[in-house]
Nanobody, 120 residues
């Protein structure tokens, strides 16, 4: 199982970006999916998560500006970002909780990270 993230880049403050992350490989179910970020010199933090049933939760710092969504038919999770701020500069990582086979355990998988830089 692999997660591949796309969509990072350089954007001016107030701008927007959309990140996507697709899971590939052999598995039977994807449970919760989410996005984390690691700003320079800081620890990784949860940005947003979405359950298989569609329940979403967000970090307070991004509420109202970032929107998480998923398309299960594409095994993909998205992060729509608007009104970006320099404080949003970070490497963004996607995460998915995946069951590889029925009756097997679930485990977390991580994407490779994509850099988002917001200039002031």
């Amino acid at each position: 199982v692999q997660l591949q993230a796309y969509g990072g880049g350089l954007v001016q403050a107030g701008g927007f970006l959309r990140l996507s992350c697709a899971a590939s490989g052999t598995f039977v179910a994807i449970n919760a999916m989410g996005w984390y970020r690691q700003p320079p010199g800081k620890e990784r933090e949860l940005v947003a998560a979405i359950t298989r049933g569609g329940t979403k939760n967000y970090a307070d710092s991004v509420e109202g500006r970032l929107t998480i969504s998923r398309v299960d038919a594409k095994n993909t999770v998205y992060l729509q970002m608007k009104s970006l701020e320099p404080e949003d500069t970070a490497v963004y990582y996607c995460n998915s909780n995946i069951r590889e086979r029925w009756g097997g355990d679930r485990r977390d998988y991580w994407g490779q990270g994509t850099l988002v830089t917001v200039s002031s």
